[in-house]
């Protein structure tokens, strides 16, 4: 079955729909779907990764569905596995309702308020009997629990598992029961809960949900997805001149999923540079409004130019279109051969107008750099002139 030219919004950054003959025709029935997203707030800020996800969520509420977002306070105390090698630290609920708190502040600013119907999970969870958990637990076998990427490897290592977290994708799914989830999403890391949710459903006796997922935004180290324990997030409640400072450090070859996946557009048609700068004022545009854009560019470049040495020797470009960072590099005086200079690239201590370069064959237009700065490492600066 084909889907309807409204439904392409939900399909545009989905990596898994399962199944996707299902859910094209449940939403061809014109039905208001109940679309299910899980948080655990084990942190109080909301960082752009989560942002992709909560788009997804806005693409339903935009079609008339029922947003769902299922706050984990109870599940919080467990904390997921999923794509860790260790437990996670067990919160206060006192912590747990302030982060909570503050996660519907920032998921607001994505999600129609109006039209978001907000539950938590300690409402069906903690009246749980035993005898109803042991049912819970028939729902799936100890076999399948372990088909879990984060949990064979850690099995296979020796590394501890405990049964409260081999019992978070069971409860997890029992959300979905107890809020008779029609779809339910989440990251690409989340996929094998998500399927568990469908297995439990139906043990229920409760038509399983289907399941959209979105890819993992790589943060600003350009390694690893978009995490606040490893620093390399943006908050979307960071303020503009610092958003407007990470933006500026995002490795060139991940902007083109930045455009798409958090501003739902194509990246544009210009030099590296300013690609780099219209990423960062659409994104303090997009989560500060536009009247906060010009004063966060101006902050950030004050703090460039503070940053330079009085007496930092300038650097005459050569007349010709463009020049290699390497050749820039050693221009400069910075590294005595083309293979130092790509040693500094690699370790990301080259910077050009405080925008880091991580790519090696960088070529850069020469009349762009007229006025920028060249800093290798933490002490060396150059000013570039034409």
């Known amino acids: 079955m084909k889907s309807f030219p409204e439904h392409r919004s939900i399909y545009k950054n989905a990596v898994d729909v399962i199944p996707r003959e299902e859910l094209d025709r ?4 014109g039905e208001t779907l109940r679309v299910k997203l899980g948080i655990d707030p084990t942190a109080p800020d909301i960082h752009l990764g989560f942002a992709v996800v909560l788009g997804e969520l806005r693409a339903f509420q935009d079609l008339g569905h029922t947003a769902v977002l299922v706050i984990g306070d109870y599940t919080a105390r467990v904390g997921d596995p999923s794509g860790r090698s260790k437990t996670r630290p067990i919160l206060s609920p006192t912590q747990i309702e302030e982060n909570t708190l503050s996660y519907l502040e920032q998921a607001y600013v994505i999600l129609d308020c109006e039209r978001t119907e907000v539950r938590h999970n300690s409402e069906w969870l903690a009246p749980l009997t035993m005898a109803d958990l042991i049912g819970l637990t028939r729902a799936t076998t100890v076999a399948r629990v372990l088909e879990r990427d984060d949990f064979s490897k850690r099995y296979a290592a020796n590394d501890p598992i405990t049964l409260t977290e081999l019992l978070y994708p069971l409860m997890q799914a029992y959300d979905s029961v107890a809020i008779d989830a029609d ?24 038509e399983p949900q289907c399941v959209v997922t979105t890819p993992l935004l790589v943060g600003t180290d350009g390694r690893i997805k978009m995490s606040k324990s490893v620093g390399n997030y943006i908050g979307v409640t960071d303020p503009p001149p610092e958003m407007f400072g990470k933006a500026m450090s995002i490795p060139d070859h991940l902007m083109a999923d930045y455009y798409s996946l958090v501003l739902d557009g194509p990246m544009p048609d210009a030099a590296p540079v300013e690609q780099k700068r219209e990423l960062a004022r659409s994104l303090v545009g997009k989560f500060h409004g536009e009247s906060t854009v010009a004063d966060a560019e101006e902050r950030f470049d004050a703090v460039v130019r503070r940053e330079v040495p009085a007496d930092a020797p300038v650097v005459g470009l050569p007349a010709r279109e463009e020049i290699w960072i390497v050749d820039l590099i050693t221009l400069a005086g910075f590294a005595s051969t083309n293979g130092e200079a790509r040693r500094f690239i690699k370790g990301g201590a080259v910077r050009v107008g405080g925008e880091v370069v991580r790519d090696e064959k960088l070529t850069l237009p020469t009349g762009e ?18």
């Open 183 to 206: 779809v339910e999403l989440g990251g690409t890391d989340q996929l094998y809960n998500l399927l568990m949710g469908r297995q439990v459903m139906e043990y229920y006796g409760k």
């Open 369 to 386: 750099l007229d006025e920028q700065v060249l800093q290798v490492g933490k002490r060396r600066y150059a000013r570039l002139a034409l």
């Open 26 to 29: 449940r939403l061809a029935t």
